[in-house]
T-cell receptor, first 116, second 111 residues
Framework: EAGVAQSPRYKIIEKRQSVAFWCNPI?????LYWYQQILGQGPKLLIQ????????DSQLPKDRFSAERLKGVDSTLKIQPAKLEDSAVYLC??????????????FGPGTRLTVL | GNSVTQMEGPVTLSEEAFLTINCTYT??????LFWYVQYPGEGLQLLLK?????DKGSNKGFEATYRKETTSFHLEKGSVQVSDSAVYFC??????????FGGGTRVLVKP
């Protein structure tokens, strides 16, 4: 079974530029997550989708970050304009439909963003 | 709010040594607890979990027991191998399927 795919794996941009990351979850997984992992810290949830609806975006900096999941499959996370503090690894994860019971989240390899 | 605190690394060990990584948490209600591992160049993988007090999660020789009275979930392995070198993350799940992670502990096992 194919895992969670992400691209690109690495991206270097200058501050104030825009950037987009793409995620393809495991087939059939209804729930998709984007995390930000700053060097030396644990992942922090940015946004959670269930199918194509947003469940939780309370920690998404909405003035510069946006995300969408059209058709409830692939997802794109965008940053515009980027700041130096956005340098991090952006992780995508997916799980089966989240209900009362925990459904394991499967993580992609991440996209390492460097903002100069 | 919910939070997870784990010991800072790096932890450097010799092969066959005993490993302990401390993890404590703060949460409302009764969270589920997890250990995730990130091997070099790979994505996060679930290592083990426990969903209620006194549960013991185990996998690949690693164990952790959910201690509600001390709000802890320490990770242990009796005899580590070089292949156990990785970053280990403690995490909790409260409402929904949202995970809150600790800062991670890097473990380096030398032959």
């Amino acid at each position: 079974e194919a895992g969670v795919a992400q691209s690109p794996r690495y991206k270097i941009i200058e501050k104030r530029q825009s950037v987009a990351f793409w995620c393809n979850p495991i087939s059939g997984h209804a729930t998709l997550y984007w995390y930000q992992q700053i060097l030396g810290q644990g992942p922090k949830l940015l946004i959670q989708f269930q199918n194509n609806g947003v469940v939780d975006d309370s920690q998404l900096p909405k003035d510069r970050f946006s995300a969408e999941r059209l058709k409830g499959v692939d997802s794109t996370l965008k940053i515009q304009p980027a700041k130096l503090e956005d340098s991090a690894v952006y992780l995508c994860a997916s799980s089966a439909l989240a209900g009362g019971q925990y459904n394991e989240q499967f993580f992609g390899p991440g996209t390492r963003l460097t903002v100069l | 709010g919910n939070s997870v605190t784990q010991m800072e690394g790096p932890v450097t060990l010799s092969e066959e040594a005993f490993l302990t990584i401390n993890c404590t948490y703060t949460a409302t209600g009764y969270p589920s607890l997890f250990w995730y591992v990130q091997y070099p160049g790979e994505g996060l993988q679930l290592l083990l979990k426990a969903t209620k007090a006194d549960d013991k999660g185990s996998n690949k020789g690693f164990e952790a027991t959910y201690r509600k009275e001390t709000t802890s979930f320490h990770l242990e392995k009796g005899s580590v191998q070089v292949s156990d070198s990785a970053v280990y993350f403690c995490a909790l799940k409260a409402a929904g399927n949202k995970l809150t992670f600790g800062g991670g502990t890097r473990v380096l096992v030398k032959p």
